[in-house]
Nanobody, 123 residues
Framework: QVQLVESGGGLVQAGGSLRLSCAASGRTFSTYIMGWFRQAPGKEREFVAAVTWRGGSTYYADSVKGRFTISRDNDKNTVYLQMNSLKPEDTAVYYC????????????????WGQGTQVTVSS
């Protein structure tokens, strides 16, 4: 199994920045991709960004492209989500996920999930 723990959420003003971290442990060798999803109140969970462990290929939702950057540190088994130019619409619980299939934007292809970290962007 893989355990994922998110951190770094908090309160930030619009236009500000925040960096989320996702620490992975357990059978991380079985995972190929790490993704970030978010869920706002009253909305469905949506894809944010993903990165593959091996090649570092990145994938982004159109809504965050150019503002968010996903990266990974293989030695630390940690994935980061650098969020810049934050908007109130970015307010959500952000979830880290790990999967063995490279289908970045499909949550059903991720086998493991963290418990989420709250990001609140004030207007």
């Amino acid at each position: 199994q893989v355990q994922l723990v998110e951190s770094g959420g908090g309160l930030v003003q619009a236009g500000g920045s925040l960096r989320l971290s996702c620490a992975a442990s357990g059978r991380t060798f079985s995972t190929y991709i790490m993704g970030w999803f978010r869920q706002a109140p009253g909305k469905e969970r949506e894809f944010v960004a993903a990165v593959t462990w091996r090649g570092g290929s990145t994938y982004y939702a159109d809504s965050v492209k150019g503002r968010f950057t996903i990266s990974r540190d293989n030695d630390k088994n940690t994935v980061y989500l650098q969020m810049n130019s934050l908007k109130p619409e970015d307010t959500a619980v952000y979830y880290c996920a790990a999967g063995s299939q490279v289908v970045p934007d499909n949550p059903s292809r991720y086998a493991y999930w963290g418990q989420g970290t709250q990001v609140t962007v004030s207007s």
